[in-house]
């Protein structure tokens, strides 16, 4: 049913935690693939270098650690792993990612690392249900 799963993390315990259930679905439904998307905002061109490419040094080395404390959640599963690094709006990269690759749901936490406008529901969560070409599981 869900052959190709897209989990998306940014290293709050929310997207961990979603790690974790997108890993037992695959375990469970015996997923061909699932997909791990690491989507950033766009580092501003006005920084300047090098104080622009040190900031995206900084956002690669910060990826790098997500990425592996992910894949420490999600462990073995039947199907493989694909990882993604998007830069752009995460929401927006979530829903084109899942869109290009046919993914079959999305598993994200209900609450990421942003600010107190995503108090209930984050924006990015609501933005991607509210637009995703698959369903959703919002994991809390």
Do not use: W
């Amino acid at each position: 049913m869900f052959e190709k799963i897209l989990v998306a993390v940014d290293g709050s315990e929310h997207s961990l935690h979603a790690a974790k259930e997108a890993a037992d679905l695959a375990r469970a439904m015996k997923s061909r693939a699932l997909r791990v998307v690491i989507a950033f905002d766009a580092i501003p061109s006005y920084l300047g270098e090098p104080n622009r490419q040190r900031a995206i040094d900084g956002r690669m080395k910060e990826a790098e650690t997500i990425l592996q404390k992910a894949r420490d959640v999600i462990g073995k599963i039947p199907g493989e792993i694909h990882t993604e690094l998007i830069e752009g709006s995460p929401a927006e990269a979530i829903i084109e990612v899942a869109r290009t690759r046919g993914s079959t749901i999305i598993v994200m936490g209900s609450r990421g690392l942003s600010t107190i406008a995503e108090l209930v529901l984050g924006s990015t969560s609501h933005k991607v249900v509210s637009h995703a070409p698959c369903p959703v599981l919002i994991v809390r």
